[in-house]
């Protein structure tokens, strides 16, 4: 009796493609959510960008954030519903991205996201494009937008930046922002590399819908 050949192993899913996932990571305090929101601003009225909201079990603060706030249950739920394209953990709380940023991707479209580090293998796989920019800031001006958020005591600031500088922030290839001076500085070269990004998916920023 011939030797029956093993199955061939089922194909790994095509990664999505056609637009661009701009990530931005790095530790909190260096003012992630600042430049995306400079950015936002500033290239309102074209849709080939689009901003990710985020969902976290957290009540929202306008203050840090402006996020879409679920709690654990209605978090599990939604999951199970298949409405988010991408989820993790961090700091206690559950956050995903909604589904629907992978049809923006599809459609070409630069997809901006602050994301946590954990995710970056996932993300590389999933998208065909895949850009990281990691913000850093120096230590003493990390160390005052912390206290600033009134979240931790300074036992815990202090903590927290010891371990940035012993982490090693990105093992990836990536686009270095600095962030410590005024927020216009970071945020005019990150919309730069933004409308870059837009440039390399072979449409045209301004006008795309």
Do not use: C
């Amino acid at each position: 009796m011939p030797r029956q050949s093993a199955p061939p192993p089922p194909e790994a899913p095509l990664a999505i493609g056609n637009g661009v996932f701009v990530a931005v990571a790095g530790p909190s305090g260096v003012g992630k959510d600042t430049i995306i929101n400079y950015a936002r601003a500033r290239l309102a009225g074209r849709p080939q960008f689009v901003f990710a909201r985020r969902i976290i079990t957290r009540t929202a603060d306008a203050r840090l954030e402006d996020h879409d706030t679920l709690s654990a249950a209605e978090f599990a739920a939604a999951r199970e519903q298949g409405r988010f394209a991408l989820v993790w953990q961090a700091h206690g709380l559950d956050y995903a991205l909604p589904v629907s940023i992978d049809i923006d991707i599809d459609a070409g479209k630069v997809v901006v996201a602050n994301i946590s580090r954990q995710l970056i293998d996932e993300l590389k796989a999933r998208y065909e494009q895949f850009l990281l920019v990691v913000v850093s800031a120096h230590r003493d001006v990390i160390a005052a937008r912390l206290r600033a958020r009134g979240r931790e005591s300074d036992a815990e600031i202090v903590a927290r930046l010891n371990r940035i500088a012993v982490e090693d922030t990105v093992r990836y290839e990536a686009i270095r922002l600095e962030n410590s001076g005024p927020p216009e500085r970071a945020g005019d070269r990150f919309v730069s590399i933004l409308e870059a990004a837009a440039s390399d998916t072979g449409t045209d920023a301004r006008t795309t819908s």
